[in-house]
């Protein structure tokens, strides 16, 4: 549940900017994992041939986004209220899409692992804290999860936006800038690789496309999780705290006001996704695919570094691993601080806690944080696995399986918001439209693992 006292006021005079900041929020824990990890390892294999996944799926979900950012504002309900309302089956009063959907959140955590793995590579390999690299990566693993609780342990909301906002613009200029100088060395992109990437096809492998659609598709842009958090980040942000105080036609005029906040929020940091995702994944293109490098292992971050080495020259090293380090940070650091909302908010509404008592849902967060954290470095420390095929393949659940289940709930309570307010016919039939393609994929994926 969102902690109320951590709410920022947001004045009717103040301009749509000032309500910029959730999506932002988001856009830390998407900007990570997908981008700097499952993008370029996607493109060093198939290069430009999945570029229209690429763009797909950093703009597939945004009514999706408007649409339970929608519902919630105007309701006044987190989500797991909000997803009470589907049919079917309920526990305590919780509707079964929520409770399976928190029953699988373990699992979706995966990328989490895998960034911790990657990170913790990338630290050994500027400093060293062990003979072995294994023993030295196992140590930076557990100080970093160390450090990112310490970084939660104050809980607020104000101050992790502004960390989040760094960290992604840092990562983000350095990526633009990349692509923009790689047309000036003999990496140099053509116009007929871009167009040999919009033709739809998935490349001589059709298999193991397939597994790279359903995991691009589930880990760029806003993936599932991500569609489950927003809601907390718009009420903390103070989205919808004074449509308490209007009746009416001025209800409905600050109603209305506050979608349009909505819609700029979403569209903004979709804008800036896309525009980061595509220009890594053609960087990943024009440098790992051509020279037939595989980043992998736990110096899969260096391996990549190599877009940045062959754009810059070998003096932007550092300045990559820095980009890295804070956006893979900012992405762990959200999944934690959003996770500790989303079980704060299912004992709410199973009845173990007062959801309304904001000291309550505090110190819910204080414990399920540290927790959530402790099970990441565990399961770092016995998977021992490559983090690149962690972090895929958690995304390859979150493309097959938790996104079908959110869209199913999305699209259930969009056609049951306020009728005033409610989305227009246009934006249902994109709804509907998004749904498809989101349970074609989930298809996709459902008929890979049959296959083995």
């Not at 549940?1 to 830390?28: F, N, Y």
């Not at 989500?79 to 526990?91: D, E, F, H, S």
């Not at 989490?112 to 030295?136: Q, R």
């Not at 718009?234 to 001025?250: C, N, R």
């Amino acid at each position: 549940m969102p902690d109320k006292s951590t709410q920022t006021p947001i004045g009717p005079g103040q301009s749509l900017w000032a309500t910029v900041g959730p999506s932002i929020v988001v856009l830390g824990s998407v900007i990570g994992a997908g981008e700097l990890i499952n993008t370029p390892v996607q493109a060093a294999k198939f290069g430009f041939i999945l570029l229209w996944v690429v763009l797909l799926a950093c703009v597939l979900r945004i009514i999706l986004q408007v649409e339970i950012g929608r519902h919630c504002l105007i309701h006044r309900r987190t989500t797991i209220q909000a997803l009470n309302a589907c049919p079917g089956p309920k526990w305590r009063g919780t509707s079964w899409v929520g409770l399976l959907y928190m029953g699988i959140y373990a699992l979706l955590l995966m990328p989490s692992i895998g960034m911790i793995g990657a990170l913790a590579g990338l630290c050994h390999s500027l400093w060293p804290l062990a003979a072995t690299e294994t023993t030295s990566a196992n140590i930076w693993a557990t100080l970093l999860v160390v450090a990112t609780w310490a970084v939660l342990s104050g809980g607020v909301y104000k101050h992790l936006e502004l960390v989040i906002i760094a960290m992604v613009a840092t990562f983000s200029v350095t990526t633009i800038l990349a692509l923009v100088l790689l047309q000036g060395t003999p990496f140099a992109i053509n116009f007929s690789e871009i167009l040999s990437g919009l033709t739809f096809s998935r490349g001589p492998s059709a298999d193991g496309a397939n597994y790279a659609i359903v995991a691009l598709i589930g880990g760029l842009g806003v993936t599932a999780n991500e569609l489950f958090m927003y809601p907390y980040w718009i009420q903390e942000k103070g989205y919808g705290a004074d449509l308490v105080d209007h009746q009416g036609d001025a209800w409905m005029a600050v109603a209305r006001r506050w979608i349009r906040s909505l819609w700029f929020d979403i569209g903004l940091a979709t804008v800036l996704a896309t525009v980061v995702t595509v220009a890594f994944f053609l960087l990943g293109c024009a440098v790992l695919h051509r020279q037939n490098v595989e980043p992998t292992g736990l110096n899969v971050i260096r391996s990549i570094g190599q877009v940045y080495v062959d754009t810059y020259g070998p003096w932007s090293l550092k300045f990559y691993y820095a980009g890295a380090f804070c956006t893979l940070a900012s992405t762990v650091l959200v999944a934690v601080a959003a996770s500790g909302r989303m079980v704060s908010d299912l004992l709410g509404s199973l009845g173990f806690i007062d959801r309304d008592n904001a000291a309550v849902a505090r110190r819910v967060h204080q414990i399920a944080q540290p927790l959530w954290l402790l099970a990441i470095l565990v399961a770092y420390l016995v998977l021992q696995a490559p983090p690149e095929k962690i972090v895929i393949f958690g995304q390859f659940l979150s493309g097959g399986f938790a996104m079908p289940l959110i869209t199913f709930g999305i699209c259930w309570i969009a056609f049951r918001t306020d009728r005033r307010v409610r989305m227009s016919r246009v934006t249902a039939a994109l709804l509907l439209f998004t749904s498809a393609i989101v349970f074609a994929v989930a298809a996709l994926g459902v008929w890979h693992t049959v296959r083995g």
